[in-house]
T-cell receptor, first 115, second 109 residues
Framework: KAGVTQTPRYLIKTRGQQVTLSCSPISGHRSVSWYQQTPGQGLQFLFEYFSETQRNKGNFPGRFSGRQFSNSRSEMNVSTLELGDSALYLC??????????????FGEGSRLTVL | AQRVTQPEKLLSVFKGAPVELKCNYS??????LFWYVQYSRQRLQLLLR??SRESIKGFTADLNKGETSFHLKKPFAQEEDSAMYYCALSGGSQGNLIFGKGTKLSVKP
């Protein structure tokens, strides 16, 4: 069974630009969560999607948004990039909604550098 | 507020020595706790969860509600245990996983 796939793996943007990251979950998994990982803050929850609906959202500004498609693939978008958005963005999928009912399977991440 | 604290950024032990990675949490309800591990150049993956009360790769973790702790233990560390370990709590207001900042375990030969 293929794992969680994230694209692109690496990207460089400049301040003010926007970026879209993609995540394909494990086949059959309907829940997709996004995390931002930085050396200073660790892993911080961005949002979770289940059945094309955002179910949970972390404490990030509105510049961070996402969506989920009918095939469970998910995208996240960051607009008006700031230097502080430089991070590893991790996507994780699970069979059902919410972590308490199952484990999260993580992708390798998309490393975003904002110059 | 829900919080997970891993007080040690780095823990270094010799092969064969016991190891304990500390995790303390703050949560008013009934938490579910997990340990995730990331080996070098590999993905973050689940190591164990408290509700399973299982031993994985020789590691165990007991939930102590009185001390609000979920320390990860192994009696005899192996070099292949060297990795980044994250403690995580489920029960956040958004129902998501809240991670600690991680402890890097280095097992020396």
């Amino acid at each position: 069974k293929a794992g969680v796939t994230q694209t692109p793996r690496y990207l460089i943007k400049t301040r003010g630009q926007q970026v879209t990251l993609s995540c394909s979950p494990i086949s059959g998994h309907r829940s997709v969560s996004w995390y931002q990982q930085t050396p200073g803050q660790g892993l911080q929850f961005l949002f979770e999607y289940f059945s094309e609906t955002q179910r949970n959202k972390g404490n990030f500004p509105g510049r961070f948004s996402g969506r989920q498609f009918s095939n469970s693939r998910s995208e996240m978008n960051v607009s008006t990039l700031e230097l502080g958005d430089s991070a590893l963005y991790l996507c994780a999928s699970s069979l059902v909604q919410g972590i308490s009912t199952g484990e999260l399977f993580f992708g390798e991440g998309s490393r975003l550098t904002v110059l | 507020a829900q919080r997970v604290t891993q007080p040690e950024k780095l823990l270094s032990v010799f092969k064969g020595a016991p190891v304990e990675l500390k995790c303390n949490y703050s949560y008013s309800g009934s938490p579910e706790l997990f340990w995730y591990v990331q080996y070098s150049r590999q993905r973050l993956q689940l190591l164990l969860r408290h509700i399973s009360r299982e031993s994985i790769k020789g590691f165990t973790a007991d939930l102590n509600k009185g001390e609000t702790s979920f320390h990860l233990k192994k009696p005899f560390a192996q070099e292949e245990d060297s990795a980044m370990y994250y403690c995580a709590l489920s029960g956040g207001s958004q129902g998501n996983l809240i991670f600690g900042k991680g402890t890097k375990l280095s097992v020396k030969p």
